[in-house]
Structure formats: C-alpha cells, structure tokens
C-alpha cells in the first residue's frame, strides 16, 4: 500500500504528484529543486541551489521518519554538466564517507522553474 508524504518545510508540489510515498519499506521523494520553502526563492548559485535541493529532500525524508543516511540512490538532473564538480563538493556534505547511495547525473535541457539543478532521492523507512 501506498503513504503520501507530506510537508510544509519543502516545497508543495507544482502539479499532480506527491512530495514522496512510502511504498515496501521504501521512500520515493519527488524530485526537488532549490526552491526555499518559506520565500518560495531559489538561491544563487549551483552551490547554493544544490544545497537547497538537497535540503528539501532531506525535509521530505525526515516527515516520512528516515534521514539522509537511509537514502539508496538518488538522481541529479543539472542545467550544465560544467558544474558538475560544484555539485559534488556540495552533493558530498549530506552523506557519510564510505556510506554514499547509488547515484546519477544526467544534464538536461530544462528544469522546472529554470532551476540549475534538481534531485531526487530513494530512501529506507
């Protein structure tokens, strides 16, 4: 059975989908651009917009009752493959070595709300 997610400390969805569900055992949280929930601003910056990201994922994850060192896998989707390396430095903070999920990235040619980056994350309950 299925159990919607929910929360205000991310961003509400831009459409038809749920922040995340709960599904065997599993989180599946949407993908999450840098939008600030409480000025509905993003930041400036693929560093910053990468933290944000990130941050929601983390706050969708925590209403669900996991955390970040339960994720499995996520996928980055950025505007410019050139900030790749700037992603990562920021990507790298919300994991423990030696402890990483799974993960791709993949350059697109938009993003919703023209974001410069946006994630999405699978994680243990």
Known sequence: MKKPIATTNAPAAIGPYAQGN???????????????????????????QTRQSLTNAKAILEAAGSSMDKVVKTTVFLKDMNDFAAMNEVYGSFFKEGAYPSRSAVEVARLPKDALVEIEVIAEV
């Open 22 to 48: 709960i599904v065997g055992g599993l989180i599946f949280a949407s993908g999450q651009i840098p939008l600030d929930p409480a000025t509905g601003k993003f930041p400036e910056g693929i560093e910053a």
